[in-house]
């Protein structure tokens, strides 16, 4: 549909003032596409559950709001409930071999206790969710009570959604599953291609600075830890997946340009990571500079940039 395979077509798109256009029809693509998700969900009217998942920086909770208005137009009412509220206790929570605490452990998780409450929703009954106090490690109460009326679905969004094991009290034709992944398809030309996981790795980059205080350094390290929690909790479960979005943006590089360049040039040749920066840069610097003025508030991108319409 876009007609854009390489870089070289974005640059010659931002050279002659036909980036703008290209940049809605591709946004519109991706609202169609949640739209369509979020429409046929609707229609099954015994499905109360949507558990959203993926890898990080995939774009999964810019991805769980947006869907959430999409449910709202097609006459549905979605509660957003978190699964880092249901956290065991730290000092019960289990660890890697290394001693450091494991919170992408699927039994990270109280299991039983999320399993009681859905149960009960599904059932009619009104329940209490809890709220995990993160500087203290220890899960207290909210105070916000939820009861599922005909027209509510709940959404929940972590990294364990497509496994079974997360919602096994849960019949398998009260909830859907949803995929999403930033599976890139652009290429540096005829014979070379962008890897998706550069895309998602520069993504997390510019978050992990911007919110998070973290320099580049910080996350290219932490990086190889980040995919190995990937294999081990996330692509093993993707073919159980009902649905599966994509949401990679052919225009992105051209966004993350700008951020993602004085980010890695910080990182020091003394780093074991300068080689993988310098490698980054490279690649970067095949990419014309695409404005932040010119995406649309509720993008993806700016999930990970900044004037996302979405609070986070």
Same mark, same amino acid.
């Given at each position: 549909?876009?007609?854009?395979?390489?870089?070289?077509?974005?640059?010659?798109?931002?050279?002659?003032?036909?980036?703008? /256009?290209?940049?809605? @029809?591709? !946004?519109?693509? %991706?609202?169609?596409?949640?739209?369509?998700? $979020? &429409?046929?969900?609707?229609? *099954?009217?015994?499905?109360?559950?949507?558990?959203?998942?993926?890898?990080?920086?995939?774009?999964?909770?810019?991805?769980?709001?947006?869907?959430?208005?999409?449910?709202?137009?097609?006459?549905?009412?979605?509660?957003?409930?978190?699964?880092?509220?249901?956290?065991?206790?730290?000092?019960?929570?289990?660890?890697?071999?290394?001693?450091?605490?494991?919170?992408?452990?699927?039994?990270?998780?109280?299991?039983?206790?999320?399993?009681?409450?859905?149960?009960?929703?599904?059932?009619?009954?009104?329940?209490?969710?809890?709220?995990?106090?993160?500087?203290?490690?220890?899960?207290?109460?909210?105070?916000?009570?939820?009861?599922?009326?005909? /027209?509510?679905?709940? @959404?929940? !969004?972590?990294? %364990?959604?497509?496994?079974?094991?997360?919602? $096994? &009290?849960?019949?398998?034709? *009260?909830?859907?599953?949803?995929?999403?992944?930033?599976?890139?398809?652009?290429?540096?030309?005829?014979?070379?291609?962008?890897?998706?996981?550069?895309?998602?790795?520069?993504?997390?980059?510019?978050?992990?600075?911007?919110?998070?205080?973290?320099?580049?350094?910080?996350?290219?390290?932490?990086?190889?830890?980040?995919?190995?929690?990937?294999?081990?909790?996330?692509?093993?479960?993707?073919?159980?997946?009902?649905?599966?979005?994509?949401?990679?943006?052919?225009?992105?590089?051209?966004?993350?340009?700008?951020?993602?360049?004085?980010?890695?040039?910080?990182?020091?040749?003394?780093?074991?990571?300068?080689?993988?920066?310098?490698?980054?840069?490279?690649?970067?610097?095949?990419?014309?500079?695409?404005?932040?003025?010119?995406?649309?508030?509720?993008?993806?991108?700016?999930?990970?940039?900044?004037?996302?319409?979405?609070?986070?």
């Amino acid at each position: 549909i876009l007609r854009v395979h390489n870089i070289i077509d974005i640059n010659k798109l931002t050279d002659n003032y036909e980036i703008s /256009e290209f940049i809605l @029809v591709e !946004e519109a693509l %991706h609202e169609k596409k949640i739209a369509e998700i $979020a &429409a046929d969900i609707v229609k *099954r009217q015994e499905v109360k559950l949507i558990l959203i998942a993926g890898p990080s920086s995939s774009g999964k909770t810019t991805f769980a709001k947006r869907l959430s208005v999409q449910l709202q137009a097609s006459k549905a009412k979605p509660i957003v409930i978190g699964l880092d509220d249901y956290f065991i206790d730290r000092d019960k929570t289990v660890r890697k071999r290394n001693g450091e605490i494991d919170f992408e452990s699927l039994h990270a998780l109280d299991l039983e206790y999320l399993n009681k409450q859905l149960s009960q929703l599904l059932n009619g009954e009104e329940v209490e969710l809890p709220h995990f106090d993160f500087a203290r490690g220890k899960r207290r109460r909210s105070n916000r009570f939820i009861k599922l009326h005909e /027209e509510d679905v709940i @959404v929940m !969004e972590g990294i %364990h959604g497509l496994n079974d094991e997360l919602t $096994a &009290a849960i019949p398998a034709n *009260r909830k859907v599953k949803i995929y999403v992944s930033a599976l890139n398809q652009l290429n540096i030309d005829n014979h070379n291609r962008v890897a998706t996981t550069d895309c998602r790795l520069l993504r997390r980059m510019i978050r992990d600075h911007q919110y998070r205080g973290y320099t580049a350094t910080e996350t290219m390290l932490r990086w190889p830890s980040v995919r190995e929690g990937e294999e081990k909790n996330i692509f093993p479960f993707q073919e159980n997946a009902d649905y599966m979005f994509n949401s990679s943006l052919t225009y992105e590089l051209g966004v993350l340009r700008k951020h993602a360049w004085k980010l890695l040039l910080s990182v020091p040749k003394s780093s074991s990571a300068y080689t993988e920066a310098q490698r980054l840069l490279a690649l970067l610097s095949n990419v014309n500079d695409i404005p932040d003025a010119l995406v649309p508030y509720n993008s993806i991108i700016r999930e990970f940039t900044n004037g996302s319409i979405f609070r986070y």
